[in-house]
């Protein structure tokens, strides 16, 4: 059985955390809330560890982890080279949702990146994870804590319907702010490049650099070759349920869409949800479906923070298909987009 700490995060219990920070140093895999979704954490330095996360996840090896840090010093510790523009996107986004991806120094394992010469790193805002960091005196490597590929964990019952068992430790800090995984920003290229978009936004970017590129379709991989950053194989952060997804610049097109294939679904006997901004529910109650509402498409930061949290939820309750629509490409809306692309199983494309 794993074992599960409930700390308060506004007020983080230091035993507790010692109790944690001890394990990580005895080898041992502790699961912790970030700002983003719940890391699952090996110290850095340790390859058996490292290793240990890739078995208790099912993750290949080809896919990176990303190393956390709680300090500039420690950044010294995982890179050997830090440029100017990460100096300025650091004093401007750190600690918070934005992983850059650097030269990686000799201390880290190459297992931690798949065996690349680039590691990807960065420092985390919630104090539960900060104070963790602090007290290993290690940085910490972790992934989401969840099985691989499947919905990432949000809650401290998400990890442990996906790991009991598997990990040593579990800290349970309450839900975190952001809900979707960090931004990673390639700064090895000759251009800035997202790798995957997250918490921090393009345009937030943008304002800080001069030029930040945006990978393109290519950013979907399927092979063994080892992957630049995590979150990059075309299915992935995947539910149970089939995902059925629409892409629109057209709200009301897309929910029109919507129902049209619920109805179908329906007629075929298919326990069928729907993920709904607030402003579409009223449209979709005729269907009779189950309406799982995520938020105000006014607020997408509302809609990435409770995403992975309505999949899982729809899953728990056995529906066979969920429906979904886009939310556009620019701010957060980037990052909804890209994790429903990759956990769907079917992508319909409507003007």
Known sequence: MTIVLKVDPRQPDLEKIRQAAASLLEGNLVAFPTETVYGLGANALNRKAVERVFYAKGRPFQDPLIVHIAS????YEVVNNVPNEALSLIDQFWPGPLTLILPRHPSIPAEVSAGLNTVAVRMPSHPIALALIEH????IAAPSANRFGHTSPTSAAHVLADLDGKIDLLIDGGE???GVES???DLTQQAPVILRPGGVTHEELMKVLDSV???GDESSIDQKDPM????MLSRHYAPQATLILIESENSTNACMRIIAEATLLLESGKRVAILSADEDALIFEQLGVRIE??????NL???ANRLYSAIRLLDEEKIDFILARSYGSKGMGLAILDRLRRAASKIINIE
């Open 72 to 75: 500039l010093q420690m950044l």
């Open 136 to 139: 290993a005196g290690v940085p």
């Open 176 to 178: 975190p702010i952001v």
């Open 183 to 185: 931004t990673v920003l």
């Open 213 to 215: 590129l945006l990978h």
């Open 228 to 231: 630049p950053s995590p979150g």
């Open 293 to 298: 509402i995520i938020g105000s498409s006014q």
């Open 301 to 303: 930061a509302q809609i």
